[in-house]
């Protein structure tokens, strides 16, 4: 607190003096370090002032020593010889004001307040105090000005305490804590010891919190700096995923306008489907036939998919591009020759019943697992790039509406048919990058699945089980879609409510006119 090791020695001696002094009144004291702390305190703040004090007197002294007589001044030594002499001669009055304000450095209010007089009647007294004492030793023979008097008394007045003070005061003491007893001697000792530690702890104490708070602080702000370093790789990523994301979406583009159109078309032709059905009925309402109360008939459909090398079927007499109608015993025949070739495979041969004049859709399908992009996962400060699947219907899909017109032997027919297949992965060119919880930049590669799909569109009359032939066209880009030809048999049959033949004895060689094309 003093700041200083000698002004810190003569706080110790003076708290041990003190200690000594009332030893009597303290053996009593349930807690003595508390009271030696706080008269600790005490007296490093008034050593503190003091020492203040004393600087202003030196430099009191210097600057009078510069207005002194130029001639030779008087020492302090000849100031000694006659100094308690002059202090002698004066009045009671002067004498202590002097005192107070050289001797024990008090300020004019606290001699004002000692002597019960006003702070400019202190001052005054101290003024003529001097100078009655400049008086006398002029009178001694000491040629001395009254500020040079002020400023050697100012610096000399207050002396150190000799350098056996403690052992003098520890001498003196002695006698008087003798009847306090050894062992609370040695108690006050041992605290004594224990509050100049405190004291002097006090301060690293502090130092301690301060450095404690800060590196709070600093573990703080790590944490805050780590959590934004997670957020922004986390955006990294979310850019990635965005970047990839779209760069996939560009590349379809332009096979999804191009579905968007066969949709279209696809629509146009359901329409037109639906609207000659339309005038079918009609047209078998307005001619008052007896069976219009009837059940309506049930048509037994049954298609079947078959894929081959190309040039398979063309040797059997069809083509690339062949459309026709079939009667029963050809079918049979060109089925039976197709089934004897190599490398001839049926994909699906879904059948159903249904009722004239209802739309029906038929599938032989499966849902297969296809990547379509790759994502970077991380776990444990270490990655990996892993696939996401999405789930992509792929088969034989039939779309029919068959009409059973008046002479209850002649089917209209419009059929939708396609057929889709997953054909792989076409190699990848382009990566898309994504970043680590480190900031460590990875590329994921781009995936192009590839798919063979094939789509017809038909509408025919055909007599009671006759079959529609036709082949797939290639509707697709990818390389080596067109290795294998797609022909596809759907073969109508009008059956009752038990599901039989409803003419088991007729055999159709003809082929029933066609409807005017679109």
Not at 51 to 62: G, L, N, P, S, Y
Not at 301 to 316: C, D, N
């Amino acid at each position: 607190m003093v700041g200083d090791s000698h002004l810190a020695k003569d706080v110790t001696q003076g708290v041990f003096a003190a200690l000594a002094q009332n030893a009597g009144r303290l053996a009593g004291h349930p807690v003595l370090s508390g009271w030696l702390h706080r008269t600790t305190r005490n007296l490093a703040a008034n050593t503190v002032r003091s020492d203040v004090r004393r600087r202003a007197r030196e430099q009191e002294a210097a600057t009078m020593n510069e207005l002194l007589l130029a001639g030779s001044p008087a020492g302090w030594e000849q100031v000694t010889e006659h100094l308690d002499a002059g202090l002698d001669q004066m009045e009671g009055a002067d004498r202590d004001a002097l005192l107070l304000r050289y001797f024990e450095n008090k300020s004019a209010r606290e001699m004002a307040a000692l002597l019960g007089v006003t702070e400019d009647a202190a001052q005054k007294r101290v003024s003529r105090a001097v100078e009655k004492l400049r008086d006398f030793f002029s009178k001694q023979g000491l040629a001395i000005g009254a500020p040079g008097l002020v400023a050697l008394i100012s610096a000399n007045a207050v002396l150190s305490a000799p350098a056996g003070l403690a052992t003098t005061i520890l001498t003196a003491t002695s006698g008087i804590t003798a009847t306090v007893g050894m062992t609370t001697i040695h108690k006050i000792i041992v605290a004594g010891f224990a509050a100049a530690a405190i004291g002097c702890g006090v301060y690293s104490f502090h130092l301690q919190k301060q450095a404690a708070a800060l590196q709070q602080q600093q573990t703080s702000l790590n944490q805050q700096i780590e959590e934004l370093v997670r957020e922004r790789d986390d955006a990294k990523n979310q850019l990635a995923a965005l970047l990839q994301e779209k760069e996939r979406s560009r590349s379809n583009e332009n096979e999804l306008l191009s579905l968007r159109g066969k949709i279209g078309v696809l629509r146009q032709q359901r329409d037109e489907l639906a609207a000659k059905n339309q005038s079918f009925q009609d047209r078998n309402t307005a001619s008052g036939d007896t069976k219009t109360n009837s059940v309506p008939p049930q048509v037994h459909i049954k298609a079947r998919f078959l894929t081959m090398p190309q040039g398979v079927f063309e040797s059997l007499g069809g083509d690339a591009g062949f459309n026709g109608v079939l009667i029963d015993p050809n079918f049979r025949v060109v089925l039976h020759a197709l089934q004897q070739r190599s490398g001839v495979e049926t994909l699906a041969e879904p059948e159903v019943v249904t009722t004239t004049g209802r739309q029906t859709q038929m599938r032989a399908t499966e849902f297969q697992a296809v990547i379509t992009n790759y994502v970077l996962l991380e776990t444990n400060n270490a990655y990996t790039i892993a696939p996401q699947n999405g789930m992509i219907e792929l088969g034989s899909f039939l779309d029919v509406t068959p009409n059973v017109l008046s002479d209850g032997y002649t089917i209209e027919l419009p059929v939708i048919t396609s057929a889709a297949k997953f054909m792989g992965y076409a190699p990848a060119t382009n990566t898309t990058p994504a970043y680590t919880s480190n900031g460590q930049e990875v590329d994921l590669p781009t995936v192009s699945p590839q798919f063979d799909i094939r789509r017809a569109t038909n509408s025919v009359n055909l007599l009671d089980n006759q079959t529609l032939v036709f082949t797939l066209n290639d509707n697709s880009a990818s390389p080596g879609a067109t290795d294998k030809a797609t022909v596809v048999f759907v073969t109508v049959t009008i059956v009752d409510p038990a599901g039989n033949r409803a003419h088991p004895n007729d055999v159709f060689t003809n082929i029933p006119p066609q409807p005017d094309g679109p």
